[in-house]
């Protein structure tokens, strides 16, 4: 099982690339399980037409100590699992604890053996890497972490702390930084920007999702572009980042 974490500043595309990742894999004929780890809780929607699943959260608040997995894991596009941690009520209780939460009950439910899936895919909220936020880093439970960006001044401040986080739990023996995902927005010299913060992170550019308005289409219809759109030239994008990423997780390099 190879367990990947993407991160991220909200808005930067993370859950539109995790989505359209999980729908490539899933191609490839992997077996997925995505979890989504932001409070918004729409990590998977593109996945399920466009509507979201009851959240773990949402199913601890009303069935208790009686959750199943049937009540958290939904079955998306070409078999992938689709789970969403959710978050507290808004103003009481910390998000980062609901992913703790939410974790600590997909195990106990031995949701992972009764799956098995290929690829777990934690799509996390990288503005804030407390310890909730961090737990897939930090716990052992994501094998490589690969973060997404644009040459954003804040999407690289957010990125540039998600790697000292990893770079501090990486000497416990925890995640490895896989690589950078720059999900373009056509900023001055964005690549060579995004390029020089990699270097500097001792880390490589895995590959630039190019800006493209086939993903707002596949999404308004509540699809990935992988779906919606199987011959275009956006969907060959993410299946060729999906050869990467399994590249680098399977020991290699993102230069394929």
């Known amino acids: 099982m190879i367990k990947i974490a993407l991160y991220g500043k909200g808005g930067i595309g993370k859950s539109t690339t995790a989505s359209n990742l999980s729908a490539a894999f899933a191609q490839k004929g992997l077996r997925v399980m995505?979890?989504?780890?932001?409070?918004?809780?729409?990590?998977?929607?593109?996945?399920?037409?466009?509507?979201?699943?009851?959240?773990v959260l949402d199913a601890l608040r009303e069935k208790g100590d009686g959750v199943i997995l049937e009540d958290i894991v939904e079955e998306g596009y070409r078999g992938i699992l689709c789970v969403e941690a959710g978050g507290p009520t808004p103003g009481i209780g910390c998000a980062g604890r609901g992913i703790i939460t939410a974790f600590e009950k997909l195990e106990e439910l031995k949701a992972y053996e009764r799956f098995k899936p290929d690829i777990v895919l934690y799509d996390v909220l990288g503005d804030v890497v407390c310890g909730g936020f961090a737990m897939p880093i930090r716990g052992g439970y994501a094998d490589e972490v690969f973060v997404v960006t644009s040459g954003e001044k804040m999407a690289l401040y957010a990125a540039a702390n998600i790697a000292l986080a990893i770079g501090n739990f990486k000497n416990r023996g925890y995640a490895s930084f896989g690589g950078v995902i720059l999900n373009a927005r056509n900023v001055e010299r964005e690549e060579e920007l995004v390029e020089d913060f990699a270097r500097e992170a001792g880390t490589q550019v895995v590959k630039t999702i190019p800006r493209s308005g086939d993903v707002q289409r596949a999404e308004e219809q509540g699809k990935t572009v992988v779906e919606a759109f199987p011959d275009s030239s956006m969907a060959r994008e993410y299946l060729e980042l999906a050869d990467r990423v399994l590249k680098i997780c399977e020991g290699g390099r993102a230069d394929v």
């Open 34 to 55: 995505q979890i989504g780890c932001d409070p918004k809780a729409d990590s998977t929607q593109n996945l399920l037409g466009g509507r979201k699943p009851r959240t």
